[in-house]
T-cell receptor, first 114, second 115 residues
Framework: AQSVAQPEDQVNVAEGNPLTVKCTYSVSGNPYLFWYVQYPNRGLQFLLKYITGDNLVKGSYGFEAEFNKSQTSFHLKKPSALVSDSALYFCAVRDREGGNKLTFGGGTRVLVKP | DGGITQSPKYLFRKEGQNVTLSCEQNLNHDAMYWYRQDPGQGLRLIYYSQIVNDFQKGDIAEGYSVSREKKESFPLTVTSAQKNPTAFYLC??????????????FGNGTRLTVT
């Protein structure tokens, strides 16, 4: 069975500082990996995905993520956080051999303080 | 503008009543999904459909039912058999059947409160 772990319930960072949101995954085959962001009382918005190729993936709003196969991780990063980045972030995985099911982590709340 | 519309945004029901949540998409997507979101638990898959007139149970299908009579619509019924129905319900779609690298597009959710 596939699974995703986001070990931090909340990340606090000062505006202008680097932001990292951690994600590790477990799948039986090769993964498709995704990051989404959710603002209060809204649906999830897609940020970026890893399918194959370069381990560093660039996405929307200045976010990027690094795929590390040996550590089974896909951490989300932003070099300089903005107050408007405060939101709930979800990592998700699909197993290429496991069908169309997308499994989400429990989410990490990011709070960027001015 | 294309997108996914969930209605209503807020829904209140008495315990023991069935309630149906609406989800409509005009993105021409084949696959549609229903997720339930509870605080601290992330999203859990209730049902999904990859094609009209076909759907599969997700991880927490008990107490829920769906239909997929039209490509654009995937309504979710929360029945009285669902033990803890109060939650935020999210509908999503993806562009192609078997397109596992396609991200999901989400609606803005329906917050259901059952008392």
């Amino acid at each position: 069975a596939q699974s995703v772990a986001q070990p931090e319930d909340q990340v606090n960072v000062a505006e202008g500082n680097p932001l990292t949101v951690k994600c590790t995954y477990s799948v039986s085959g090769n993964p498709y990996l995704f990051w989404y962001v959710q603002y209060p009382n809204r649906g999830l918005q897609f940020l970026l995905k890893y399918i194959t190729g370069d381990n560093l993936v660039k996405g929307s709003y200045g976010f990027e993520a690094e795929f590390n196969k040996s550590q089974t991780s896909f951490h989300l990063k932003k070099p300089s956080a903005l107050v408007s980045d405060s939101a709930l972030y979800f990592c998700a995985v699909r197993d290429r051999e496991g069908g169309n099911k997308l499994t989400f982590g429990g989410g990490t709340r990011v709070l960027v303080k001015p | 503008d294309g997108g996914i519309t969930q209605s209503p945004k807020y829904l209140f029901r008495k315990e023991g009543q069935n309630v149906t949540l609406s989800c409509e998409q005009n993105l021409n997507h084949d696959a549609m999904y229903w997720y339930r979101q509870d605080p601290g638990q992330g999203l859990r898959l209730i049902y999904y459909s990859q094609i009209v007139n076909d759907f599969q149970k997700g991880d927490i299908a008990e107490g829920y039912s769906v239909s997929r009579e039209k490509k654009e619509s995937f309504p979710l019924t929360v029945t009285s058999a669902q033990k803890n129905p109060t939650a935020f319900y999210l509908c999503a779609s993806s562009p192609q059947t078997g397109g596992y690298n396609s991200p999901l597009h989400f609606g803005n959710g329906t917050r259901l409160t059952v008392t």
